[in-house]
Each structure stands twice: as C-alpha cells, then as structure tokens.
C-alpha cells in the first residue's frame, strides 16, 4: 500500500471529501453567527441587575433555578409602544429603498464595466473599489459637508430648484434645507451602499456567453428586447445577491441615520443604542436585535427555500 492510500485510510470519514468541504462553512456560520446570537438571546430574556444584565441559570440551595423574563417581547407589541414598530417599518422601509436605488444605478455601471475591453476593466473594478481605502466615517462626513449649507451639492440642488421638486415627493419638509431630511438619509446609504451592489452584479455579467445576444438578434429581437428577455434574466443571480449585500445591512444601520438623517428617519439601530447605553437596558436592546435578526433572517430562509425548489423543478 502506498503512502498515499495510507494517509488516506486512517483519516475519520467526517474528514473526507464532501463532508469536510461543507462542515467547513457550517462551523465558521456555528462560530461567529449562531454563537453570539444565542448570547444575545440569553440577554433579551434576563433581568436587568444594579449594574449588569443577571443570569438566567442560577444554583441556590443546592437547586438550580431558570428565570426568564418575555416582558422585554411584550413592550415591542404595538399596543405597548408604537416607536418599536414605527423603527422597524422605518428600517425596512429605507432599507427598501436604498437597495432600489441602488439597483437603478448600480446595474448600468455594471452592465458598462462589463461591456468594456478587457484592458480597461481592472481600472473601473479599482475605481469601484476605491472608497473602501477610506474610512467609512469620514465618507459620511464628506456628505454632510456636500448637503449643509454653503456645501457645491446643497448649491447646485438649490440653484436648479430641484429642492422645490423634494419637497413636493416628501423628501424635504422646507426648500433648500436638505441635512437631517429622508433626502439626504437615502444620499448617503446609496452612496456607501452602491459599490456591494455593483460587484456581484460586474461578476455575473462579465460571465454572460455574449453568443446568446448574437442568437436574439438573428432571431430578430431588438437590443432592448434583447436586454429585457436575455441580459436581465441570466443576471437574476447578480441582482439578487447585490439586493441582499445591500439590504440587510442597511436594516440595521446605525452611523448614516445618526449623521444625516433627522428625528423623521428613525430606524432601528438607533434604537438599539438608546436602550443599550441611554436608558442602560441591554436587555431590552438586545431583544430589540433578536427581532430584527428575525425579521431579516427568517423571509431570506424561505425565499432561499423557495429558490432550492423552483431550480429542482426545473430539472
């Protein structure tokens, strides 16, 4: 027997092949997501202490006493309080509509970036990228000097009474002041968002066999015929993984509506950080997370479900 077939034969059958390929992913998602939501979880249902959160699991005269508190679950029912209920809509809401900006504007930078010779495309992959080489912070920063007061963007808007045209969609409450306003919320989570929509979208396009567009044209479907019925639905793929690259983060997004949004754009991570460090609730902040984490992850499990059946039955 060869070294190699010995090497092989001691090996535990959960290490060969398939089964360690797989357990690979399922260990790191067991790691550093199923592990800290169960923690978060345990908060959600203690008794906040003097200082800290107490245990739910404690040994008292040789017996082991389980308290779980739901009340934290109770307030978030809308006949508690509606402000919980209003941050989520808010979120999902907002979340919701970045991504279709996003996708408006990112499918045509893709579809472009694509479409160009081939020695030109690592320069716009680069020019895509490049935003990520600067702080996140300070790129939301750079907005609320574009959007206040005396800012070129606030000037062009204003100078063009486009504004006017904001406050008739809603977007602004008063001509000519766009800071703190859903306008500049939207601005800048399109911005910081637009480059995780445009990358899945360039990987999957720049695969597309291009003989199938030479096939409709023979056939004679026109180029915007051609678009609709060939391009936009092999590229179902791109666009769905770049919708949820931008939407789930968006739901929970803390720093963009703390810095340009207003009291009108509440969303959930504000929340979250008013119960967590205002009101010194963790537990309460973390219920308020174990929902969201919920709401996020439970529609995202079905519709992968539904995706699973709908290729088996193709097949």
């Known amino acids: 027997m060869e070294a190699s077939d010995k090497k092989a034969a001691w090996r535990p059958s959960w ?44 040994v008292s005269d040789g017996a082991l006493k389980l308290v779980m508190k739901y009340t934290n679950y109770q307030r978030l029912w809308p ?9 989520y809509w808010a979120s999902i809401k907002y979340a919701f509509v970045t991504t279709f900006f996003c996708l408006l504007i990112g499918y045509p930078f893709a579809y472009f970036m694509a479409r160009a010779r081939q020695s030109l495309q690592p320069t716009l992959l680069m020019l895509v990228m490049l935003p990520f080489w600067t702080s996140f912070l300070l790129r939301v920063y750079a907005w609320k000097g574009l959007l206040d007061d005396g800012g070129w963007v606030a000037r062009v808007i204003t100078a063009t009474r486009f504004d006017h045209v904001l406050v008739w969609l809603g977007a602004i409450e008063v001509p000519g002041q766009l800071m703190h306003t859903t306008f500049s919320l939207i601005i800048g989570m399109t911005y910081t968002y637009l480059p995780f ?23 004679g479907a026109s180029p ?7 391009t936009v639905p092999l590229s179902k793929a791109g666009i769905i993984a770049g919708s949820m690259l931008v939407f789930i983060p968006c739901v929970g997004e803390y720093v963009t509506p703390d810095l340009l949004g207003g009291p009108s754009t509440l969303m959930i991570g504000r929340v979250i950080w008013d119960e967590n460090f205002n009101n010194n609730d963790p537990p309460m902040a973390a219920a308020v997370a174990v929902v ?5 992850v439970v529609p995202l499990a ?12 193709r097949k």
């Open 224 to 230: 915007w015929v051609a678009f609709w019925r060939v």
């Open 79 to 87: 006949t508690q309080d509606t402000l919980y209920l209003y941050a």
């Open 15 to 58: 290490w060969r092949g398939r089964t360690a390929v797989i357990g690979v992913p399922y260990f790191w998602l067991l790691l550093f997501f199923l592990a800290p939501f169960l923690i978060v979880a345990n908060y959600s249902i203690s008794e906040m202490g003097t200082i800290r959160a107490e245990d739910i699991a404690s």
């Open 292 to 296: 969201l984490v919920l709401l996020i």
């Open 197 to 219: 929509m445009i990358l899945p979208l360039y990987a999957n396009l720049s695969k597309m066999d291009l003989r199938l567009l030479e096939a409709a044209s023979d056939l």
């Open 302 to 313: 079905y519709f992968n479900k539904y995706q699973a059946e709908a290729q088996e039955a």
